[in-house]
């Protein structure tokens, strides 16, 4: 009779601790939803504020794509000319490739399309931008977000609203002889914004 009462007494301690892990588990499932849902917004908004504050649009995508969620033949320069070289700045999501002096309150700041950003519309063309940007600029930009080189790829994203001047076109060869076409916007950083992960 004792050890039927121990087994009912530890059935019932079982079911309360899962009950309890369960509700603590959905309890912190909540908070981390409600947590990603407040960066996103916040994300959201500032880019938002970049993007109205210059009148930069990100139109220029679903023209090269045609609104097709991939695109393998080549972009021209002459089709980039058109969505981004002319009055309006254009909205870039991307990541921070490379950072070079330009003058003394200049860097030349090299952005480049990341993997997160590819996710919604993929070109066969590598796309780019290499912008003059102000030092105090990127300066505390990179201060705030010390972490942004850190997950290449992954958490580095940026969105940068830009007014481009003109379009260069290289080419780069990898150890099989696969050629990549790369298109470079060169102007002028209007603004950035840091996204991290998150896909907009």
């Not at 993997?115 to 003059?132: A, H, N, P, V, Y």
């Not at 930009?141 to 003109?166: Q, R």
Request: proline share 2%; with cysteine; glycine share 6%.
């Amino acid at each position: 009779m004792l050890k039927r009462i121990i087994w009912i007494c530890f059935a019932i301690a079982l079911v309360a601790w899962l009950v309890q892990s369960k509700i603590e588990n959905d309890r912190i499932r909540g908070e981390k939803r409600a947590e990603n849902q407040r960066v996103l917004n916040e994300i959201k908004t500032r880019v938002s504020v970049l993007e109205k504050s210059s009148g930069a649009s990100s139109n220029w995508v679903s023209s090269l794509s045609n609104g097709d969620q991939y695109r393998f033949k080549p972009i021209l320069t002459i089709e980039l000319e058109k969505v981004w070289v002319n009055n309006s700045p254009i909205l870039f999501f991307g990541s921070l490739k490379d950072i070079s002096t330009l003058d003394d309150a200049h860097y030349k700041v090299t952005f480049e399309r990341s993997l997160w950003s590819r996710i919604g519309t993929m070109f066969d063309t590598e796309l780019q931008l290499s912008l003059k940007a102000e030092k105090e600029t990127i300066d505390k930009f990179m201060s705030e977000n010390p972490k942004l080189l850190e997950d290449y790829g992954f958490n580095n994203g940026v969105a940068v609203t830009a007014k481009i001047f003109e379009i260069d076109a290289n080419q780069i060869s990898n150890a099989e002889g696969v050629i990549t076409e790369i298109k470079i916007g060169n102007g002028e950083l209007l603004g950035i914004v840091f996204t991290g992960d998150v896909q907009l």
